[in-house]
């Protein structure tokens, strides 16, 4: 069964670099999402993205965060300057489109921390 | 108006028993109800869903009950087994594709042996 894959499952940074997380998405999946979830919280929504422009967004994406579709496969989260906040698991999630559009499936999540 | 409120925050049930977690949403234009298990480590994974114009969905074990009047939507998890202790999560959106879920701040379900 295809699934939604992330990379790196880990990733520990210093405050103020600069890091990308990356998520291969369903193959067949148009849209694709990135949500949060800092540790023991529950899930939050960050931002969808289709046909190379964002859909929507949260309040927690601010200018520090950026989404990107490099190429055919990969879809990426930036953050530009990280703050110790931002330690979380990152999860990138996709759907199709049409029939259960409304269905996201999730990678397994980018656990980040930042010193 | 965007939250979804989820209870209990832990829940312990003996195997066998009925595990029975609860939300509320405030936003009507919400049409579309999944519930999430997540696993330690793990993301989370579609359990089932259900969307206002019927009242009871059941797939195996899991059976979500919708009262619209009320706003409110429910997870019963039948002849519950150890496997089955995970965290639990509703979440509420639109249908519309690229809409975000709304998600509840999750059950942590221990079924004991």
């Known amino acids: 069964e295809p699934e939604v894959t992330q990379t790196p499952s880990h990733q520990v940074t210093q405050m103020g670099q600069e890091v990308i997380l990356r998520c291969v998405p369903i193959s067949n999946h148009l849209y694709f999402y990135w949500y949060r979830q800092i540790l023991g919280q529950k899930v939050e929504f960050l931002v969808s993205f289709y046909n190379n422009e964002i859909s929507e967004k949260s309040e927690i994406f601010d200018d520090q965060f950026s989404v990107e579709r490099p190429d055919g496969s990969n879809f990426t989260l930036k953050i530009r300057s990280t703050k110790l906040e931002d330690s979380a698991m990152y999860f990138c999630a996709s759907s199709r489109i049409g029939q259960g559009q409304e269905t996201q499936y999730f990678g397994p999540g980018t656990r980040l921390l930042v010193l | 108006q965007q939250q979804v409120k989820q209870s209990p925050q832990s829940l312990i049930v003996q195997k066998g028993g009925i595990s029975i977690i609860n939300c509320a949403y405030e936003?009507?234009?919400?049409?579309?109800f999944p519930w999430y298990q997540q696993f330690p480590g793990k993301g989370p994974a579609l359990l089932i869903a259900i969307r206002p114009d019927v009242s009871e969905k059941k797939e195996g074990r899991f059976t979500i009950s919708f009262n619209k009047s009320a706003k409110q939507f429910s997870l019963h998890i039948m002849d519950s087994q150890p496997g089955d202790s995970a965290t639990y999560f509703c979440a509420a959106s639109k249908t519309q594709a690229g809409t975000a879920l709304i998600f509840g701040k999750g059950t942590t379900l221990s079924v004991s042996s």
């Open positions: 936003n009507t234009a919400f049409d579309y």
